[in-house]
């Protein structure tokens, strides 16, 4: 049996993390050749000690010399920077986990498809942003992009041999966040500790604010949108406390497929891994009896205006994506670092997109790295300026 050759993206993250448990558990299968980390050394170093990685790259120049340190006496190489983790994305591998966070996936991404692998996408930025570039790329090189949000992954897997024609709708779900029971009067005061934990999923704190505000919804609806190519009337957003329905797809007969499943992304990312084989994964199996009862209500706009904003950038399209995603980010920056409020940080982005989105070349601009960065820099300078004008709390 041939090995597989694999790279990890993130391996330090909590998505990375997840990926190197399901590999660790049959090792004899694979040849790591890349494992990549922002600032974790330690971890990063590892790990790679641990799956002889071809390849450990540290993103942050300055941690080189420690990352040397760290891999002295073993055969994995050391390099630094985004010029090298560029380099190592283009090494030739089977299939490579993109769980970098940030903008900073993007690249690595787009050079692991130009050389023709399976890119397994947890990395949402990278689909809000630059959707069709991703997408362009790997079908100009025979290459795949797998999606991991829990949800995405949910959709695709009930789509397997249905006719995407058929489809009628597609439902994503949504815990409702920290604030879900909280009366709307209040979110104005909502701490960032309040905002930080997460009734289900044990995830980084600002993946948990973006779910207690539902901007991480938001991007899981351009996410869909983007991927699937369903029209935004088509995607509903469904609050479902429990957390155990990802994702249901209505067809036109009126059938409604679900995805069921424990709140873990070993679920997700080991569909991603064994695709299009479903293998036995490590994860708690559902005992619905137990369970009794699944919840579900709609979703409030005045609670989650980050929904509404979603819309607005389905509709405009090209470069909306990339300006939504750093104003999103540089407001999350400022609640967290107190400057501004938990319901300001859509106000901002409302206020951003109303600037930029009405014309600014942004709409049919051609999607390209160069655009993508001009656009990148118009939504930050305009969030800053926005930040600035607006009233602390
Ligand atoms: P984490 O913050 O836990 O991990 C992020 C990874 O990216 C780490 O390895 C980190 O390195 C690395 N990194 C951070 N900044 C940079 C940079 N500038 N350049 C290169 N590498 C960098 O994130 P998650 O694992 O939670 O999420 C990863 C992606 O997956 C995100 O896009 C997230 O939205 C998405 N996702 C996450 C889910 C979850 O359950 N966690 C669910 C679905 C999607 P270091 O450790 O050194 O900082």
Redesign the pocket.
């Known amino acids: 049996m041939s090995l597989r050759r694999v790279s990890v993206f993130?391996?330090?993250?909590?998505?990375?993390q997840s990926t190197l448990d399901l590999i660790g558990r049959a090792p004899d299968h694979y040849n790591v050749v890349a494992l990549?980390?922002?600032?974790?050394v330690a971890?990063l170093a590892e790990d790679a000690r641990r799956f002889k990685a071809e390849v450990a790259v540290i993103?942050d120049e300055s941690l080189l010399p420690e990352l040397r340190l760290a891999l002295q006496g073993c055969s994995t190489e050391a390099a630094a920077g985004v010029l090298a983790?560029n380099e190592a994305a283009s090494r030739p591998v089977d299939w490579v986990m993109s769980?970098?966070?940030?903008a900073?996936?993007l690249e690595p991404g787009l050079k692991a498809l130009e050389q023709g692998a399976t890119l397994a996408l947890?990395?949402?930025?990278s689909l809000v942003t630059a959707g069709k570039l991703l997408l362009k790329t790997a079908a100009e090189n025979g290459a795949r992009v797998l999606p991991?949000?829990?949800e995405h992954s949910a959709v695709f897997q009930a789509l397997v041999g249905e006719d995407i024609s058929a489809v009628e709708r597609v439902i994503i779900t949504a815990s409702g966040g920290a604030f879900r029971d909280w009366p709307v009067e209040r979110l104005k005061q909502a701490t960032v500790a309040q905002a930080s934990s997460h009734p289900n999923?044990d995830?980084?704190q600002r993946?948990t604010i973006d779910s207690a505000s539902m901007f991480n919804k938001a991007l899981e609806v351009i996410e869909t949108h983007e991927y699937f190519g369903f029209l935004p009337d088509q995607i509903e957003v469904l609050i479902h406390p429990q957390s155990l329905v990802h994702a249901l797809v209505g067809f036109q007969d009126g059938g409604l497929m679900a995805h069921l499943g424990a709140p873990d992304?070993r679920h997700a990312i080991g569909y991603a891994l064994h695709y299009p084989k479903r293998e036995k994964l490590p994860v708690a199996r559902l005992n619905l009896a137990e369970i009794g009862q699944l919840d579900f209500a709609a979703p409030d706009i005045e609670r989650y205006p980050a929904l509404a904003l979603a819309n607005t950038v389905m509709e405009r399209g090209g470069l909306s994506g990339a300006v939504f995603n750093v104003a999103k980010d540089a407001a999350l920056d400022a609640f967290i670092a107190g400057q501004i409020g938990f319901t300001q940080m859509s106000e901002v982005v409302e206020e951003v997109l109303d600037l930029l989105l009405p014309d600014n070349g942004l709409i049919d601009a051609p999607m390209n790295l160069d655009n993508l960065r001009h656009a990148t820099q118009l939504g930050q300078s305009t969030t800053a300026q926005v930040m600035r004008a607006t009233k602390a709390i």
């Open positions: 993130g391996a330090t993250g909590s998505i990375g990549t980390a922002g600032r974790n971890q993103s983790l769980a970098i966070v940030g900073a996936g947890a990395n949402k930025e991991v949000d829990s999923w995830m980084g993946i992304m």
